[in-house]
């Protein structure tokens, strides 16, 4: 299903004109949860991305049971109580960045990042500022930015309510080749 989306996405960015397509199937997206009790940290380095760097498009998915816990317990209980992880097996992102990346130079650009993140069945426009990176014929992206639960329809049942923030802090880097 990840390979089809991507290829589509490949695709469709190629027919619709002249495209500059960046790849990776090793991004990384972790979240961070600080609470009264108990700080949650988890990490997922199988994210797919794909960016078109002549058109400033972008888009990412990948699987919620991918995210690795430091405690068996909490990747346990995010899989079937907070994510629910089976009904909603993947997250993505499908959206565009604003700024100028010189891919003939290497160096470091500041972007904004705008689209639509889809956690949980809920879709939900986000826009946050962001780095794209030149390096050696690689795109290298990174950005950090916050989510409410609340927003994504998850649920923080009352007797765990100090051990889960309400507001979770993601964080985005990636390694993009040319395609």
Known sequence: ???????????????????????????YIGFLSTATLENIKADNNQVYAVIDAGKKEMAFILLMKSFLFE?????????????????????????????D????????????VKGNLTIHGVTKAIETPATME?????????????????DYNISIPAVVKDK???QVTITVKIDCTPK
């Not at 089809?4 to 090793?26: C, D, H, P, V």
């Open 101 to 112: 990346v010189d891919l003939s130079k290497d160096g470091l650009y500041p972007v904004t």
């Open 71 to 99: 405690k068996e317990l909490q990747q346990e209980h995010f899989n079937e109580n907070y994510a629910e992880s089976d009904k909603y097996p993947k997250a993505n992102f499908s959206g565009s960045y604003t700024g």
């Open 134 to 150: 030149v390096r050696s014929g690689h795109l290298l992206g990174q950005c950090v930015f916050t989510i409410s639960l609340e």
């Open 1 to 27: 299903m990840k390979k089809i989306f991507l290829i589509g996405l490949a695709l469709s960015l190629y027919i619709n004109g002249y495209s500059q397509l960046y790849m990776t199937r090793t991004g």
């Open 164 to 166: 889960i923030a309400k």
